[in-house]
């Protein structure tokens, strides 16, 4: 038995050396080797397979720096919410169950200084609620809403089905262009030459012949009156069998037909949906907020300072068109137009008001939601049950502010 086998005594003594965790400073993140002592560290920093690592470091250090701090932060961000993912722990704690792992990522391999430095980072972000105590910086893991992604999916299906219906479309169209490109190549085209003028420079002359004509009058006649047909009934025969001979072309002609007409009626759609609102100070939507109603901000401006894709309650309006938000989540007021905001549907049996249309200003309860035609039914408080789109209702908390802001806490 060697003295560097498995069951060698030095063998099993480097496995116990081996265990835990080791000092960083002789840590080298680049190989992912960890040293045990000074001395090691000094003869790993002169081998070979480091000065490749450290050469293919020196090519892109800047690439290499910011993998490393993905792959630390998607790793931080699983262990935080898989060991606490409602609690509010402090920082500090995540860090050090974070680091048990000897074969962790080393955060002094990442764009971050410091621990503080990483918590902003995850606050602005997003990712976590972070707040600076006496006792230091404490964290807990935002969740996801469950009304907020299930739009997001909708409005994901919807955009993926206009995309597919156009680009069914143009296929269409462009296989009816095939068709009657090798149609035509097929009947024969006729070859240009080029016009050339004499050597005197007289004037050209283009000359046109008629198209002759298949048959003369007099048997067209006879054959009309051998068959039984009139004059008028033979010329109609006629008439309507034109477009049998050109039917690849007019079948293009109908495809193009179909798609003006389809853009007509979607004009004349939108035209009556602006139509639909009289026009206040300019402007063609028709205002649509109201107090009490929950909306959502989609105004970027605002995506800095995190309230983007936020919810909050309208408390009052400043004007027809502006109305002050009261942030769901933290509280804060705003004031938004209302085209950065959208309407917000509560889940089946939540009270809604009817913001657009003749029902505007009616109250009622959800009771079905169509994800497909992106409608819901709302039973009315007269009793009667009709059908919305999305955009002509909107959830309706008939409670204080207080109460709403309590009711979306987490």
Sequence with gaps: MGKNDFLSPKGISNRIKSKGLQKLRWYCQMCQKQCRDENGFKCHLTSESHKRQMQVFGEAPDRVIEGFSEEFET????????????????????????????????????????????VQHLSKTGQVRADQTDKGWFISVIQPDPE?????????????????????????????????????????????????????????????????????????????????????????HHSAAKPEQNGKRNKLEELMEKD?????????????????????????????????????????????????KKKGLVEKLASKFVGQIAMLDTGDVLQVDQAQLETVLPA??????????????SSGKLQEIDTEKFRAQVALANGQQEWFDYEDICKHSAGSRVQALKGHAI
């Excluded at 853009?263 to 026009?279: F, I, Q, S, T, V």
């Design 260 to 308: 003006k007409a389809a853009k007509r009626a979607k004009l004349e759609r939108e035209k009556a949906l602006n139509g639909a609102g009289k026009a206040v100070n300019g402007r063609q939507d028709p205002p649509w907020l109201r107090p009490g109603i929950t909306v959502k901000v989609l105004s970027k401006e605002l995506k800095e300072h995190g309230y983007y």
């Design 75 to 118: 790793t931080f961000m699983e262990h935080l919410r898989r060991s606490h993912p409602f609690s509010r722990v402090m920082a500090k704690n995540v860090y050090n169950e974070y680091i048990a792992d000897k074969h962790h990522v080393h955060m002094n391999s990442t764009k971050w200084y410091t621990l503080t430095d990483f």
């Design 348 to 361: 089946p049996g939540g009270t809604v008001v009817v913001v657009r249309g003749s029902r505007e200003g």
């Design 148 to 236: 907020e992604k299930l739009a997001e999916e909708k409005r994901h299906k919807r955009d993926r089905a206009e995309r597919e219906g156009e680009e069914r479309q143009r296929e269409l169209l462009d296989a009816q262009i095939r068709r009657a490109k090798a149609a035509t190549e097929e009947e024969g085209a006729v070859e240009g030459t080029e016009l050339q003028r004499d050597e005197d420079g007289t004037p050209l002359h283009i000359a046109l012949k008629a198209q002759p004509k298949v048959a003369s009058q007099e048997p067209r006649a006879a054959f009309s009156s051998a068959k039984g047909f009139s004059a008028d009934d033979e010329a109609s």
